[in-house]
């Protein structure tokens, strides 16, 4: 899902605001339930622009 780059890249985002995670496993958990919300919502968005 996510290459190195883009896992140094969030972790640094993270930091710029005050978020710290006590290892890289509970980083790389975050970054894919932030995935998965991520394609929940774009699913949602297709379907109700489908009902229209």
Known sequence: MFNE???RK???????????FTDEKELK???NQMYMYA???YEQ?????KEK
């Open 5 to 7: 780059e883009q896992i």
């Open 10 to 20: 969030y972790e640094e985002i993270f930091k710029k605001n005050n978020i710290e």
């Open 29 to 31: 958990s975050v970054l």
């Open 39 to 41: 394609q929940i919502t």
């Open 45 to 49: 968005f297709r379907m109700n622009k």
